[in-house]
Structure formats: structure tokens, C-alpha cells
């Protein structure tokens, strides 16, 4: 059972690229959230999503934007990289049960 | 090598000994908390939970302490082992449950 799957795993953007993470979940779960996480600091929550076709902004949402076409898909953009977006980024998933499932991470730096 | 552990809080223990994490919450209304475990160049796992009307939970090596009059939470490990080291942080929920807010995290050295 592969959870949540993250890709890519490593990448190197220059400032002003734009580029898609994508999450995927085989477990049929309803929430779905990506975040960053920086040297020192929690997780901040980017953007999330409670169902199909639904997103809802989070703590730091400015610079990403995100679509959920497909229940088990959740796509994170940056359509401008900026080098404060360096950073790791993590997908999760919850199926209401209160626990979120959680990829290995995106590690993305932009140049 | 790994920049999550960089800045953080660190406890060392002697493998063998018990060990206690300690998280401070800040919202009185948070009504569910998760301890998370984060190994070096992965992402959380899950380890223990505990509800806002329980003071205490264990459960494989692990206990959680719950505290609401200082909104103090606590995750103790006992007999450390070289496995569990790793950078450990705290997650509390609000009732409505859509969003998670996490601590920074302490990170755990054992040395063997």
C-alpha cells in the first residue's frame, strides 16, 4: 500500500520558473493538505482541501495555488518561483479520522 | 544532509533511559492532539494521540501526558533506543478538525 506519494523528489528552479507538485493518495481519503517546512520552524499549512473539487486557503498561501480535479490528487503550483519558496514541502492526507498521512517530501530550491 | 533539525530544541539521551518530550500549545479550544515522529529526509509518522478529556494515554513505549490547566502536553519514551532518534513535534486540532497546528519540534539524540 504505497499511502501518499510525492513527486518530485529533489528540485532545482531558477527565479520566475513555474513548476506542479503532485500528491497522490490510495487511500480513498477525503482531506488533503500541503505544507512547508523550513529549517527551525513547524509545518505551515499552504493549502487544503476537504473533498473533490474544493480547496481553501491556509496560514501561508500567497505565491501557490492548488486544484483538487481528482479525489485522490492534489496538485501544489508555483507559478513565479521565488527563492523565500525554498523550502520542503509536504502532502498530506486524513480521512476525517483525525490523523493526517503524510509524504516523504518535495525538497525544492529556487536559485 | 537534513536542514528540519537545524535550530530546534535538542535533548540527548543515553540509550537505555527514558526520555520526555515536552510541547506547550497555545489554544485552550484545541479539543485533540498527535504526537509526530520525523526521521531524518522523511515526512511525520504518526506515533500517539489523545483527546482533550483524557490526562493520560500509552502506548508501545510510549505515554502521553496531557495537561489543560498549563496547556502543557508531554511524550515519553521509555527505554530509548538508537531507532528513535528523530525530530518529535506536537499537533493540536480544533474541534472542527480541518486544520492541524504544529509545534517546531524537539529533536531527539541517543547515543549509544
Known amino acids: 500500500n504505497a499511502g501518499v506519494t510525492q513527486t518530485p523528489k529533489f528540485r532545482v528552479l531558477k527565479t520566475g520558473q513555474s513548476m506542479t507538485l503532485l500528491c497522490a493518495q490510495d487511500?480513498?481519503?477525503?482531506?488533503m493538505y500541503w505544507y512547508r517546512q523550513d529549517p527551525g520552524m513547524g509545518l505551515r499549512l499552504i493549502h487544503y482541501s476537504v473533498g473533490e473539487g474544493t480547496t481553501a486557503k491556509g496560514e501561508v498561501p500567497d505565491g501557490y495555488n492548488v486544484s483538487r480535479l481528482k479525489k485522490q490528487n492534489f496538485l501544489l503550483g508555483l507559478e513565479s518561483a521565488a527563492p523565500s519558496q525554498t523550502s520542503v514541502y509536504f502532502c498530506?492526507?486524513?480521512?476525517?479520522?483525525?490523523?493526517?498521512?503524510f509524504g516523504a517530501g518535495t525538497r525544492l530550491s529556487v536559485l | 544532509g537534513e536542514s528540519v533539525g537545524l535550530h530546534l530544541p535538542t535533548l540527548s539521551v543515553q540509550e537505555g533511559d527514558n526520555s520526555i518530550i515536552n510541547c506547550a500549545y497555545s489554544?485552550?479550544?484545541?479539543?485533540?492532539f498527535i504526537w509526530y515522529k520525523q526521521e531524518s529526509g522523511k515526512g511525520p509518522q504518526f506515533i500517539i494521540d489523545i483527546r482533550s478529556n483524557m490526562d493520560k494515554r500509552q502506548g508501545q513505549r510510549v505515554t502521553v501526558l496531557l495537561n489543560k490547566t498549563v496547556k502543557h502536553l508531554s511524550l515519553q519514551i521509555a527505554a530509548t533506543q538508537p531507532g528513535d532518534s528523530a525530530v518529535y513535534f506536537c499537533a493540536e486540532i480544533p474541534y472542527n478538525f480541518n486544520k492541524f497546528y504544529f509545534g517546531s519540534g524537539t529533536k531527539l539524540n541517543v547515543k549509544p
Open positions: 498530506a492526507s486524513s480521512g476525517g479520522e483525525n490523523i493526517q498521512y
Open positions: 489554544n485552550s479550544a484545541s479539543d485533540y
Open positions: 487511500m480513498n481519503h477525503e482531506y
